[in-house]
């Protein structure tokens, strides 16, 4: 055959029909395939799988099933699955059968990248800087981020500031309008992942609070206040926050004295709630958070701090649960982690967290921890888990999410500086902002904080085009961090609030987080069960030469995470199994899914 050429005809016949298929082509051929021979003028014919030298059949799957062995068990954790996949040809040479287990849905992917080839470090750096053209009321205390490079401030009771970058550059002061609104004091600032902006203040014409929205960083704004004029007189609502879905709450002290206040909106700010009240007779709200469906407002009451708590969005509130004795002095600060990590100061040594409890959620159970510092102004979130915890002359920080009293370590701050009662702070790319006063100097100020950083090199891209800004990472051993850059030309990734020590020839692991559409390949051990799932194939895979391959797979009663895998694939979540055969002439593929 070797004077034929690639586009020459074979005349074939199969089944009674005949048809023809070029020389190039021959892998589509089967062994039964009769093809016509002439010799001597004589013509007859033979079967494919005859021909000189073989080696000229691709394998080709005739059926593949999976079946879930006990449907009435449960989905995943220690069942069995039975996959057959048969073959009506094997090929010539026999095939290699590679086997593919996998699951596919809405599924906790974590990725991992190539090795480390080198490690550059930076400092953590903390920076000040007077206010835009100086204007300042050292008693607004507004800054606000929207966790996306976007910053605005509040600089005295009229004027805002708006700042751009990580950390941010800020523009010249300016007093936002609105039609129909008489903007008297502005007290609360807050933006959301979503690019909308609430301010929030005092109506010098209607004598109750002001509202105002922005979904252009504050070029334009629109009075979006409630219509209730129940609460006549009221000081301000001085704390908003925003779920990042659309719904935000806003909270301040009632006019009339007789409590804390609130307005919510679940139209992303549009419009708002009437104002309502909640709590007791002469209690002041001083911050509010969201996590997970819980809504947590600090309020000050006679004298000593507590928390109210909503999981109905603002329907109904109850206080908190607290060890004894419960929280002592006014309440300061509050601020919340990507993980839904709550911290309280209280002006004194000591103050108040609240970790996402396994069944209450967010701000279900308290405890008290030493901060560090004499006496506890602000609490900022610094990305991570990473805490700044500010008193007048000394800062302290944690980077185990404020767990223990061990974890806090104090150093000197600057100028003898106050962050004053109930300060707000702002947080986007690792970097801190919060407002100030230079006691010394006398003038008003801003502090920037800048994580340290660790920059690692890496030998290959793996991963990186599935890693995404702010994912938290580990080394698969004590060294933590959370992303802020990825670099697909060097290849790098940066990493910001850097803990542990990263070291060449390690890789960089991301938390597990949900993505939809995701797929987890099945590890299996050394019995060939099924032992856990990764992000990526098995390499080298697992092969067979058999026909028909006939495999069970078992999934282990918990996988390395501690989770069961019922636990750890929420319902919806597909089985599948695909058997590839391969030789050198063709590929067959067979796939099968189940549901359980």
């Not at 750096?125 to 206010?131: A, D, L, P």
């Not at 100097?441 to 702010?470: C, F, H, M, R, W």
Request: with cysteine; glycine share 12%; proline share 5%.
């Amino acid at each position: 055959m070797s004077t034929t050429n690639p586009t020459d005809l074979l005349l074939v016949s199969r089944g009674g029909s005949s048809y023809s298929v070029q020389i190039q082509n021959m892998s589509t051929l089967q062994d039964t395939d009769l093809l016509l021979v002439n010799r001597s003028g004589v013509s007859y014919s033979i079967e494919a799988g005859d021909l000189p030298g073989g080696g000229v059949t691709a394998p080709i799957i005739e059926s593949t099933t999976l079946a879930i062995d006990d449907p009435t068990g449960d989905r995943f954790t220690s069942e069995t699955f039975s996959f057959e996949s048969t073959l009506s040809q094997d090929g010539d040479p026999v095939s290699t059968k590679k086997i593919e287990a996998y699951v596919e849905g809405t599924l906790d992917v974590s990725y991992e990248t190539d090795s480390i080839t080198s490690v550059t470090t930076t400092a953590a750096s903390q920076t000040s800087g007077n206010t835009p053209g100086g204007v300042y009321n050292n008693n607004v205390k507004g800054i606000a981020s929207d966790r996306n490079g976007k910053w605005m401030q509040i600089l005295n009771s009229t004027s805002v500031s708006i700042g751009t970058g990580d950390p941010p550059t800020w523009g010249t002061a300016f007093s936002p309008t609105a039609t129909g609104a008489n903007v008297a004091n502005l007290y609360g600032v807050a933006g959301s992942t979503a690019g909308t902006w609430i301010i929030a203040g005092y109506d010098g014409t209607t004598g109750i609070a002001l509202i105002m929205r922005s979904t252009d960083h504050g070029s334009t704004w629109t009075d979006v206040s409630p219509l209730s004029t129940y609460y006549s007189g009221i000081t301000s609502f001085n704390w908003i926050t925003s779920d990042n879905s659309g719904n935000w709450i806003a909270v301040g002290a009632a006019g009339d004295g007789s409590g804390p206040a609130w307005t919510k909106s679940s139209d992303d700010g549009q419009t708002w709630s009437d104002i309502a009240s909640y709590g007791r007779t002469g209690e002041i709200a001083h911050g509010i958070v969201t996590y997970g469906g819980a809504w947590i407002v600090a309020v000050t009451t006679t004298g000593n701090g507590i928390h109210y708590r909503s999981t109905d969005f603002a329907s109904t509130w109850v206080i908190s649960s607290y060890p004894n004795p419960q929280p002592t002095g006014t309440v300061a600060s509050i601020g919340i982690s990507d993980s839904g990590t709550i911290i309280a100061s209280y002006g004194g040594s000591n103050i108040w967290r609240s970790a996402v409890h396994s069944t209450g959620g967010a701000g279900y159970l308290w405890g008290v921890v030493s901060a560090g510092v004499t006496t506890s102004f602000a609490i900022a979130y610094a990305g991570g888990t990473a805490w700044i915890n500010y008193g007048y002359t000394t800062k302290a920080t944690s980077t185990n999410d404020g767990a223990t009293s061990a974890g806090w370590s104090a150093t000197s701050v600057p100028y003898n500086t106050y962050i004053g009662s109930a300060a707000s702070n702002a947080t986007s790319g690792g970097v801190v902002v919060l407002p100030a006063y230079n006691a010394t100097a006398g003038n008003p100020i801003y502090i920037t904080i800048e994580p340290g950083t660790v920059e690692l090199d890496l030998s290959g891209t793996k991963s990186l085009s599935d890693i995404q800004i702010g994912m938290s990472t580990t080394n698969g051993a004590t060294a933590t961090g959370s992303v802020s850059a990825i670099d697909t030309n060097t290849p790098s990734i940066t990493l910001s609030n850097p803990t542990g020590t990263w070291s060449t020839g390690e890789t960089v692991v991301t938390d597990a987080v949900p993505i939809a559409n995701s797929t987890l390949y099945c590890v299996f051990n050394s019995n060939g069960d099924i032992s856990s799932l990764s992000s990526t194939a098995p390499d080298p895979p697992y092969t067979t030469t058999d026909n028909p391959v006939d495999i069970t797979f078992t999934f282990p009663a918990t996988f390395p995470t501690g989770q069961t895998p019922d636990q750890e694939l929420p319902a919806g979540t597909t089985f599948n199994a695909t058997n590839i055969a391969f030789n050198a002439v063709g590929v067959s593929v067979g796939s099968a899914t189940v549901t359980p």
